[in-house]
Antibody
Framework: EVQLVESGGGLVQPGGSLRLSCAASGFSISRYTMNWVRQAPGKGLEWVSYSSYSGSTIYYAESVRGRFTVSRDTGKNALVLQMNSLRVADTAVYYC???????????????????????????WGLGTTVIVS | SYVLTQPPSVSVAPGQTASIACGGDNIDSKSVHWYQQKTGQAPVLVVSDDTDRPSGIPERFSGSNAGDTATLTITRVEAGDEADYYCQVWDGSGERWVFGGGTKLTVL
């Protein structure tokens, strides 16, 4: 069964650091782009970071750029999010999610759609809670 | 930066059809994905690439995308469909994923 399990959340003071981990099972993260998405209490979904299958292409939301770093621990088949200089506004449930298709999936023509080769997120973890206070 | 706009809430009686809109500038030039999130649970993908339904998602869920509006349609709505629904696109110029603000579907 394909599964993602996040861990590492907790209570931290403003300015502090936390390291989140997302352990994958049932598939190899080396074949999939992975994302972190967060959800503040009572709010909507906010994308945080993107890591291509190889880890060579990484994007961050403007709100976390320069403070958060995403990486891969291929030996543990896990995605990691290092969060530094935490702010109260970073309080949220943090989810990791995998791309619907692996990097070598042959998709066919783009239907003239921007983002056609940026795949939907088909498996999500249950999330880990980060409280900055 | 690219913005997706959703109505905060939609209400529908059981057995009726719910339509949830997602507005964005020339959104039909983008692939739109839809997620369902029930209270206290992780999001679940219900429609990908405007119209595709992942395995295990009932045929009652469908999507469309034209002009400046993408739409998630749920026919024969059931009490179990009550949830928040989010649309999502890739913003290539900003190199980022964008989510709509979410729509709370209430089954009366």
């Amino acid at each position: 069964e394909v599964q993602l399990v996040e861990s590492g959340g907790g209570l931290v003071q403003p300015g502090g650091s936390l390291r989140l981990s997302c352990a994958a099972s049932g598939f190899s993260i080396s074949r999939y782009t992975m994302n972190w998405v967060r959800q503040a209490p009572g709010k909507g979904l906010e994308w945080v970071s993107y890591s291509s299958y190889s880890g060579s292409t990484i994007y961050y939301a403007e709100s976390v750029r320069g403070r958060f770093t995403v990486s891969r621990d291929t030996g543990k088949n896990a995605l990691v999010l290092q969060m530094n200089s935490l702010r109260v506004a970073d309080t949220a449930v943090y989810y990791c999610a995998k791309d619907m298709y692996p990097y070598d999936y042959v998709r066919g023509p783009s239907r003239n759609k921007e983002g056609f080769y940026y795949y939907a997120m088909d498996v999500w973890g249950l999330g880990t809670t980060v409280i900055v206070s | 930066s690219y913005v997706l706009t959703q109505p905060p809430s939609v209400s529908v009686a059981p057995g009726q059809t719910a339509s949830i809109a997602c507005g964005g500038d020339n959104i039909d030039s983008k692939s739109v994905h839809w997620y369902q999130q029930k209270t206290g649970q992780a999001p679940v993908l219900v429609v990908s690439d405007d119209t595709d339904r992942p395995s295990g998602i009932p045929e009652r869920f469908s999507g469309s995308n034209a002009g400046d509006t993408a739409t998630l349609t749920i026919t024969r709505v059931e009490a179990g469909d009550e949830a928040d629904y989010y649309c999502q696109v890739w913003d290539g110029s900003g190199e980022r994923w964008v989510f709509g603000g979410g729509t709370k579907l209430t089954v009366l």
